[in-house]
């Protein structure tokens, strides 16, 4: 069966460069969701999308934006990155249609700031 | 306001013995769900189980069984005659019923299964 697919998997940048992650959805899901992951701790939501619109914000940075397009697959911006960053960021998504609650992850994409 | 507990940071055990995960959970909706997910040392989360807050029936599922306690606010999970492989973080999360369904994970018990 499709998993959610993220890209890149591994990515090092440097302090105040930007970095964008992609992911795209399992067909036919509808809502995508955005994780961060730091060393030792549980990931931590940042953003949701719905049908392309932004539907529940957490703790995102502001250098965060993102944005899911009309093929439902979405893209988190970072800008500025501060040695802070340094995470695994996980994608998920679900499909809304049938009462489906269950979000499936992607593999991750680990970012490193140096 | 939502919370995940997973009391035990770290366990370790003997392969093939029992063990168990306990979870305690706080939300203020009627409506909710629980999940277990595993994440081994490649990093991926895996999904394993999701409970409906209306649903207090046990599961078991090979060597994986759950127990949700409603009047206990509690998910605990057990995995019997554990393998060198179940080597894991397992996380119990949470999610409301509402439309903004974000998951709150608990902060994840790091299983050690020692051959």
């Known amino acids: 069966a499709a998993g959610v697919i993220q890209s890149p998997r591994h990515l090092i940048k440097e302090k105040r460069e930007t970095a964008t992650l992609k992911c795209y959805p399992i067909?036919?899901?509808?809502?995508v969701y955005w994780y961060q992951q730091g060393p030792g701790q549980d990931p931590q939501f940042l953003i949701s999308?719905?049908?392309?619109?932004?539907?529940d914000k957490g703790s995102i940075p502001d250098r965060f934006s993102a944005q899911q397009f009309s093929d439902y697959h979405s893209e988190l911006n970072m800008s500025s990155l501060e040695l802070g960053d340094s995470a695994l960021y996980f994608c998920a998504s679900r499909a809304t249609s049938g009462g489906q609650r269950t979000q499936y992850f992607g593999p991750g994409t680990r970012l490193l700031v140096l | 306001a939502q919370k995940v507990t997973q009391a035990q940071t770290e366990i370790s055990v003997v392969e093939k013995e029992d063990v168990t995960l306990d979870c305690v959970y706080e939300?203020?909706?009627?409506?909710?769900?629980l999940f277990w997910y595993k994440q081994p040392p490649s990093g991926e989360l895996v999904f394993l189980i999701r409970?409906?807050?209306?649903?207090?029936q046990n599961e078991i599922s090979g060597r994986y069984s759950w127990n949700f306690q409603k009047s206990t606010s509690s998910f605990n999970f057990t995995i019997t005659a554990s393998q060198v492989v179940d080597s894991a973080v397992y996380f119990c999360?949470?999610?409301?019923?509402?439309?903004?369904?974000?998951?709150?994970f608990g902060k994840g018990t790091r299983l050690h299964i020692l051959p």
């Open positions: 999360a949470l999610s409301e019923g509402n439309r903004d369904d974000k998951i709150i």
């Open positions: 999308f719905y049908e392309k619109m932004q539907s």
């Open positions: 067909p036919r899901h509808d809502t």
């Open positions: 409970r409906n807050s209306f649903d207090e």
């Open positions: 939300t203020r909706d009627t409506t909710y769900y």
